[in-house]
Nanobody
Framework: QVQLVESGGGLVQPGGSLSLSCAASGSIFSIETMSWYRQAPGKQRELVAAITKGGSTDYTDSVKGRFTISRDNAKRTVSLQMNSPKPEDTAVYYC???????????????WGQGTQVTVSS
């Protein structure tokens, strides 16, 4: 019913920059919170950053001051600007969204397929 498609992953040098994007499509009345998660090999998936429909943001401590999450409600997209990435930021990054299919239904949670980000020189 809803597809989240990420783009923009790849190889980036420490101290460089990389931008991830995620576009939502399908049966959507509105999108509440949109988030980026990541999962490194052998580790649990963790929340990186989240942004509400109204624009309030939250970040995990390790990326504060380096990553910026933003969204375009009209285009149904969310982005993650990664500045000064570190090798420990290497992971598969997943887009996540709470989607309302109608105004009266509880939002449902959806995941993208993930995009690999590798930080290495």
């Amino acid at each position: 019913q809803v597809q989240l498609v990420e783009s923009g992953g790849g190889l980036v040098q420490p101290g460089g920059s990389l931008s991830l994007s995620c576009a939502a499509s399908g049966s959507i009345f509105s999108i509440e919170t949109m988030s980026w998660y990541r999962q490194a090999p052998g580790k649990q998936r963790e929340l990186v950053a989240a942004i509400t429909k109204g624009g309030s943001t939250d970040y995990t401590d390790s990326v504060k001051g380096r990553f910026t999450i933003s969204r375009d409600n009209a285009k149904r997209t969310v982005s993650l600007q990664m500045n000064s990435p570190k090798p420990e930021d290497t992971a598969v990054y997943y887009c996540n969204a709470d989607v309302r299919h109608t105004y009266y239904l509880t939002p449902r949670n959806y995941w993208g397929q993930g995009t690999q980000v590798t930080v290495s020189s």
